[in-house]
T-cell receptor
Framework: DTAVSQTPKYLVTQMGNDKSIKCEQN?????MYWYKQDSKKFLKIMFS???????INETVPNRFSPKSPDKAHLNLHINSLELGDSAVYFC?????????FGPGTRLLVL | QKEVEQNSGPLSVPEGAIASLNCTYS??????FFWYRQYSGKSPELIMF????GDKEDGRFTAQLNKASQYVSLLIRDSQPSDSATYLC?????????????FGKGTHLIIQP
């Protein structure tokens, strides 16, 4: 069974479109995260949710909106996609300290 | 601003030797330290975490932490070609809770057969 899963795995879209990425974890963890890994492979935190409550919202454009319907799911909706949004988006979950990452969603904005 | 510094490499090590990966961090209040391995096109995979000064061993891996010097290292003994990957150092402010990890840019390790 996959611990942290994401859909879709690949996403190719046009500038200006709106898209969503979904994440689910079956580890029973309380905290979930979204990270962005850019073309230079630099991994940076975007959001953190603990028990459906937003804890961290780093300096991310408000075109990005996370939603957590329950503590096992964390979705990321992106409005008005821009070329610079092209990256790999990783979901992660943790209980206490160590974070475990999903397989990533490779987003390409054309 | 919190920063985590790593030498980007590539670091080339012969098979069977010890690979030594280093990391420094800027936030003196950091409490938790992690090493992740990332193969090309894959997600980061947790190798080890360390919270206290000193060494922590797990199989062929040893993490070392020196909070006074703000320095973390990872030693890989008996290096194997399958250890070739990018190794990411990450730090967290808290000893628990929901804060995100601050990552370094990673060291690309190549194990030569």
């Amino acid at each position: 069974d996959t611990a942290v899963s994401q859909t879709p795995k690949y996403l190719v879209t046009q500038m200006g479109n709106d898209k969503s990425i979904k994440c689910e974890q079956n580890l029973g963890h309380d905290t979930m995260y979204w990270y962005k890994q850019d073309s230079k492979k630099f991994l940076k935190i975007m959001f953190s949710y603990n028990n459906k409550e937003l804890i961290i919202n780093e300096t991310v454009p408000n075109r990005f909106s996370p939603k957590s319907p329950d503590k096992a799911h964390l979705n990321l909706h992106i409005n008005s996609l821009e070329l610079g949004d092209s990256a790999v988006y990783f979901c992660a979950s943790s209980q206490l300290k160590a974070q475990y990452f999903g397989p990533g969603t490779r987003l390409l904005v054309l | 601003q919190k920063e985590v510094e790593q030498n980007s490499g590539p670091l080339s090590v012969p098979e069977g030797a010890i690979a030594s990966l280093n990391c420094t961090y800027s936030d003196r209040g950091s409490q938790s330290f992690f090493w992740y391995r990332q193969y090309s096109g894959k997600s980061p995979e947790l190798i080890m975490f360390i919270y206290s000064n000193g060494d922590k061993e797990d199989g062929r891996f040893t993490a070392q932490l020196n909070k006074a010097s703000q320095y973390v290292s990872l030693l890989i003994r008996d290096s194997q070609p399958s250890d070739s990957a990018t190794y990411l150092c990450a730090v967290s402010e808290s000893g628990g809770g929901a804060d995100g990890l601050t990552f370094g840019k990673g060291t690309h390790l190549i194990i030569q057969p």
